[in-house]
C-alpha cells in the first residue's frame, strides 16, 4: 500500500489539504498527516484541524509521496522549516515523489528542487519559479514531481497522485465513484 504525508503549518488552504487527503484514502493510499509546530492546526479560514502526528515525530520515515498544500501564512511557515527542507532533500535524493500546490511550489523552488523541472504554481506565486519550466496549466507532472495551480485544482491534483502511485485504472475508478467530471 502506497504512503504518503501530508505536511500541514497554521494558515493552510483547507480545500487542498482535505480533498487531497480525501481522495488519496479512497484509492487505499495510507496517508499520514503531520503538524508542522503542533498537533492542532488551524487553517487561513480559521479551520482546526487534527494532525496524525508530529512532523519531528517522523522525520525518519520515509513516503512514497510528501505533499504540501498551499495557504498563507502556511506556505510561509514550511519554507522556513529546516527540517521539512531536510526531509524533502532526502525526498527528492531518495528519488522519491513530492507534491506541491497553489503557493507551495515556491517552498520546492527556494530549495532549489525545481531546478530545470516543469512544475505550476498559483499566479502570484510564479515568480518564486525562475529556475523551473514554468507553465500555466492546471497540474504538471515532471518526474518526481506533482505541482497543482490552485484551490480549483484539489481534486484534478490529487487525481494524479491517485495516478502516479496507484496506476491510471485506479484514478479513473476513484473519479467515477466520486462523479468527477473533467469536462
Known amino acids: 500500500m502506497p504512503q504518503a504525508m501530508v505536511v500541514m503549518a497554521d494558515g493552510f488552504e483547507e480545500i487542498e489539504a482535505i480533498s487531497i487527503i480525501g481522495?488519496?484514502?479512497?484509492a487505499k493510499i495510507k496517508v499520514l498527516v503531520t503538524g508542522l509546530e503542533s498537533l492542532e492546526v488551524t487553517s487561513c479560514r480559521g479551520?482546526?484541524?487534527?494532525?496524525?502526528?508530529l512532523l519531528a515525530d517522523e522525520k525518519d520515515h520515509h513516503f512514497d509521496i510528501i505533499i504540501l498544500p498551499g495557504g498563507e501564512p502556511g506556505c510561509t511557515h514550511?519554507?522556513?522549516?529546516?527540517?521539512?527542507?531536510?526531509i524533502l532533500r532526502?525526498?527528492?535524493?531518495?528519488?522519491?515523489l513530492i507534491?506541491?500546490?497553489?503557493?507551495?511550489?515556491?517552498?520546492?523552488?527556494?530549495?532549489?528542487?525545481?531546478?530545470?523541472?516543469?512544475?505550476?504554481?498559483?499566479?502570484?506565486?510564479a515568480s518564486y519559479m525562475t529556475?523551473?519550466?514554468?507553465?500555466?496549466?492546471?497540474?504538471?507532472?515532471?518526474g518526481l514531481f506533482i505541482t497543482g495551480r490552485g484551490p480549483a485544482i484539489?481534486?484534478?491534483?490529487?487525481?494524479?497522485?491517485?495516478?502516479k502511485l496507484c496506476g491510471r485504472d485506479t484514478a479513473l475508478e476513484i473519479k467515477k465513484a466520486m462523479l468527477f467530471d473533467l469536462r
Not at 532526502?90 to 528519488?95: S, W
Not at 529556475?131 to 515532471?142: G, L, R, T
Request: proline fraction near 4%.
Open 99 to 125: 507534491g506541491a500546490i497553489c503557493s507551495a511550489p515556491r517552498i520546492l523552488a527556494k530549495h532549489g528542487l525545481l531546478k530545470g523541472i516543469n512544475a505550476t504554481s498559483f499566479p502570484t506565486t
Open 47 to 53: 479551520i482546526n484541524v487534527m494532525a496524525d502526528a
Open 131 to 142: 529556475e523551473s519550466n514554468y507553465q500555466e496549466k492546471p497540474v504538471v507532472v515532471d
Open 154 to 163: 484539489a481534486m484534478k491534483f490529487a487525481l494524479g497522485v491517485v495516478e
Open 23 to 26: 481522495v488519496l484514502r479512497r
Open 90 to 96: 532526502r525526498q527528492n535524493t531518495e528519488g522519491r
Open 78 to 86: 514550511l519554507q522556513e522549516s529546516t527540517l521539512l527542507e531536510s
